[in-house]
């Protein structure tokens, strides 16, 4: 994974917790041998944020402190990381401690209702599931299909727990078909949201093509010891404006809405897509790519987005007569 932007006292402090991602067992093959395999590591963690008790989550443990940092923001508890001052997590415990600066306003209004989704490892959001999405406006970012085929690719050639251990999933975020982070967890919730996490704690310089003249260029920070960043300065987070969101996952609607949170315009699926997830898709103009494997796929939602290049699909294969 990428190395953060040192903003000094600015963004939380992380305790950079990773636990081991395997653990080794025996069992048996359908010879009757007895053979030593890796599985993923499954932990829980609860989260304490200011001392309250909020939610435990089932992880594999790759990067703790930005799967919470992402829970929290795409649990819209936060809306800027500079209103944390720190995560710790303690494997031995097995408790991440969340620091803020100033508490979660409402907080108790906030996590009074829940709202089951489909999710596996956790799969359920704070308040009302639909809320907010109207306030959502996405850039107008497109993907050629030749880039399709090159995140498919780089995707295929990842060396990832799964081909070791196998039952996780994995998420990534591309720039073109550059693949700027990878993630595992187990469950592709969990990974989301350590990606956004992860965007929340880097910044990047503004470019014509994300359209994000207003950010800061690389290097500035919020003046140091100030406790919340001045308006606007939120924003230096890693813009989703040019990203495209993969998952090994089906598209789920939570899916397609924490994509549309972190502000990515493009997810790309090896797996399917939900009827509720079709909809949102297409009430936020999201480009939604399920069945992505090899030079096969379908575009559910915002096909507008995609440039298609049927002569690199190849030939159309014929069903058997």
Known sequence: MPPFV?????????????????REVLAVNEFGETERLSIPAERALTVYVDKRELVTLMTLGA???LLVLGYLRNQRLLTSPFEVESITVDWDVGAAAVKTHRGI????????????????GQGSVFGELMDEIDGIELPPATLSQAQLYGIVNAIRLQESTYKSAGSVHGCALFRGEEMLVFVEDVGRHNAIDTIAGWMWMRQEAPTGATGCAALPHEGVLAPSGDPAAPDGL???ALSGADKVFYTTGRLTSEMVIKSAQMGV???VSRSGITQMGHEVAQRLGLCAIGRATNRRFVCYAGAERLQLQPELAG???????
């Open 6 to 22: 040192d903003h000094g006292a600015v963004l939380p402090r992380l305790s950079r917790a990773q636990a081991p991602l395997t």
């Open 63 to 65: 990067h703790p402190e």
């Open 105 to 120: 306003d409402r907080i108790e209004e906030k996590t009074a209702k829940r709202v089951v989704t489909t999710g596996c």
């Open 234 to 236: 939120s924003e230096m």
């Open 265 to 267: 315009p493009i997810v």
């Open 315 to 321: 030939p159309r294969l014929r069903a058997a007569a």
